[in-house]
């Protein structure tokens, strides 16, 4: 077993999510609704060596897993992330993200004009294109701000 494994299979139960794009540890919390108040173990690994990214976050969360739209919103900011989950010290279950066709429900729109920030019962819905995520309303294109739009 490699250091690195070691080092993610530490917490007891919860979840890793490993791979994580350098700088994005603190965005995956926020997607997540983390900030500490709510009594999860929480350990963060920022600038990690990584054969594959050059460096990595790696977010571990005790006691915790994702739901699918989680999943979903971490893909936009952290596409090579893996989410293990961890039962009594064992990855049981190890999967790549993949980055969902769109999400509802879950950004705010950047453009003040656009319609789901009027008083309508309109729910965001956002296509996932190469370069970030494309409001269905109002065409508005979120790239490396997509963290500040989250709204779960
Ligand atoms: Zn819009």
Known sequence: MSEHELRVSKIRDGTVI????????LNVLAILGIDGAEG???????????D??????????EDRELSQSEVDVLSL?????TINIVRDFEVVEK????????????????????????????????????DGVRCDYCATILRSDIAEHIDV
């Not at 999860?40 to 060596?49: A, D, H, I, L, T």
């Not at 594959?52 to 969360?61: P, T, Y």
């Not at 900011?77 to 992330?81: F, L, M, S, T, V």
């Open 77 to 81: 900011i952290a596409p090579e992330a």
């Open 95 to 130: 999967n790549r993200v993949t980055r969902p066709e769109g999400v509802t429900g879950v950004l705010s729109c950047p453009n003040r004009n656009c319609i789901t920030n009027a008083d309508e019962p309109i729910e965001t819905r956002f296509d996932v294109v190469a």
């Open 18 to 25: 490993d791979h994580v794009e350098a700088g994005q540890a």
């Open 40 to 50: 999860f173990g929480v350990s963060v690994g920022m600038n990690v060596p990584s």
């Open 52 to 61: 594959r990214l050059g460096r990595k976050d790696i977010v571990k969360v």
